[in-house]
């Protein structure tokens, strides 16, 4: 035992294996190892696969964070199997994939965990898991490791998955007619409309879902967590983190971005190769480009993209949209309305995937239609850019209620249920000039500063910066009482 409480906390860390759960979980990562822990990061097989295609540049195909390690930071990385094999389409068998996720990644990870606990130098102290698995106390347990939790999304959604109970004893979700009132017995959360909760909340048929099943488990789980991180900002969700810090030591520790944002981060996250539209964003006037994305992960309609294209097409207005091959359906490629491409030609760029940072953080664009995604609401806030809403499913419509109806940076898309080719172009053109874009650039200018200051390390005074280090410190402490290593002082001598 001697000397183990000395030794730099050595923590594995393990993202959901979905893009916008990695990205935030590699910026933990990097933000933890600069601060001298030792990281060592497990990416599934699968996502290592489609990370290391879509950047054939990468000369350590092993490692991700071949650049991260040069710098002097000491993250190891390894992968491990999801239990499919790699050609499987995860995305078009959604379910079976997420099955598998609930019942034989744990197998896996339990072995994987195992092999490094035994072997690691220094040893493995920590482990920091995605909030949505529903294995981390047990592995934890097992090895006994610090558990900690991270959840990548707004606390106001942590909190009302964390009250399902509540939700279900007041016929709010999981009845037969659930009730559309207000809801305003969440601790810390003041009133939410139901039409804002995460969808599997607003489902009245089957709640059964595997998904449904991965909440469930989950969130009993985190609640034995010996912490929970999370990648928001205080000052922006002040009640909601004091309630839950009432019941779960809860830190506050967001925007996570790669150090300036807007330098290149030096570990790959996309899973898809990215074009470069630096050169056409340069020939367009300052704030006159909209950026279209939905995602990496959420499909939408055929009717909803021909609305949104015939919008565009009358709106007038510049535009790059981030269109996946498999973003109406992995066997459906033929979406857009017939000769639509021709008929933006020198407008508009139609991309399959692109680095959403350089093309938001370019001048020239002044709006984002964004499905809302938790991700691209932190990075239009640090780049200034207001929000056209278009929530498509999970988080993103509890995001939607955060960004249009508290923050006011953002307009929704569709007011309706039925979204209408006049009603896009309409609302792009607000959000894009005139006196409502003007206030939702001020408002979003206003929050930038708040995130600027929630970061600021002098003298650790940024709440978000302050919340990391008393993070730090308590992991060290627990870790010690883990290993069972007890500290006194006897005339001022350690013992």
Not at 352 to 364: E, G, L, M
Not at 449 to 469: P, R, V
Request: charged residues 20%; hydrophobic residues 40%.
């Amino acid at each position: 035992m001697e000397n183990n409480h000395d030794q730099k906390p050595h923590a594995v860390m393990f993202a959901y294996p979905l893009q916008g759960h990695v990205i935030p979980f590699v910026h933990l990562a990097m933000k933890l190892a600069s601060k001298g822990f030792t990281i060592t990061f497990i990416n599934t097989l699968s996502i290592h696969h489609h990370v290391t295609k879509s950047q054939p540049h990468i000369a350590a195909k092993d490692n991700i964070f071949a650049g991260a390690r040069e710098s002097g930071l000491d993250i190891r990385y390894t992968t491990v199997s999801d239990g499919f094999p790699i050609g499987f389409d995860r995305s078009l068998n959604h379910d079976q994939y997420m099955e598998g996720l609930l019942h034989v990644l744990s197998a896996h990870v339990d072995e994987i965990v195992g092999k490094l606990v035994q072997h690691s130098d220094p040893p493995i102290t920590c482990l920091i898991a995605d909030t949505f698995f529903v294995w981390t106390s047990m592995i934890a347990e097992k090895y006994n490791l610090v558990n900690v939790s991270f959840w990548t999304e707004p606390v106001l959604v942590f909190t009302l998955y964390y009250h399902l109970d509540l939700l279900r004893k007041n016929g709010h979700f999981a009845s037969q007619d659930n009730r559309e009132d207000t809801i305003d017995y969440i601790p810390g959360v003041r009133a939410i409309q139901p039409k804002d909760l995460m969808s599997y909340l607003q489902a009245t048929d089957d709640i059964s879902t595997v998904v449904h099943r991965i909440i469930y488990k989950a969130f009993q789980d985190v609640k034995r967590a010996d912490f929970i991180v999370c990648n928001t900002v205080q000052e922006l969700e002040s009640e909601t983190i004091s309630a839950l810090q009432e019941k779960q030591p809860i830190y506050a520790i967001g925007p996570l971005f790669p150090a300036g944002l807007i330098t290149k981060n030096i570990v790959p996250t996309s899973l898809w190769s990215e074009l470069d539209c630096t050169h056409w964003l340069q020939t367009k006037p300052h704030g006159s480009v909209l950026y279209i994305s939905f995602g990496s992960y959420a499909h939408v309609s055929k009717h909803d993209i021909v609305e949104i294209a015939y919008g565009l097409l009358s709106s007038g207005v510049n535009f790059i949209w981030v269109l996946r091959p498999d973003v109406v359906n992995s066997d459906e490629p033929d979406f857009l309305p017939v000769g639509f491409e021709d008929d933006v030609k020198g407008r508009g760029l139609i991309v399959t995937w692109c680095c959403q940072i350089d093309v938001i953080s370019h001048p020239t664009v002044g709006g984002f239609l964004t499905h809302c995604g938790w991700n691209s609401i932190l990075e239009s806030i640090w780049c200034g850019v207001p929000l056209l809403c278009f929530p498509l499913l999970t988080d993103q419509f509890t995001n939607r209620k955060l960004v249009v109806d508290d923050w006011r940076i953002g307009l929704n898309l569709c007011d309706k249920k039925l979204i209408t080719r006049e009603e896009v172009a309409a609302k792009i053109n607000r959000v894009m000039g005139g006196k409502s874009g003007d206030e939702l650039r001020m408002n979003t200018k206003e929050l930038r500063k708040i995130l600027d200051n929630a970061l600021n390390s002098t003298h650790g005074h940024g709440s978000s910066e302050k919340n990391l280090n008393q993070f730090i410190d308590d992991v060290k402490l627990k870790v010690r009482e883990k290993l069972g290593v007890v500290t006194w002082e006897t005339n001022g001598i350690p013992i």
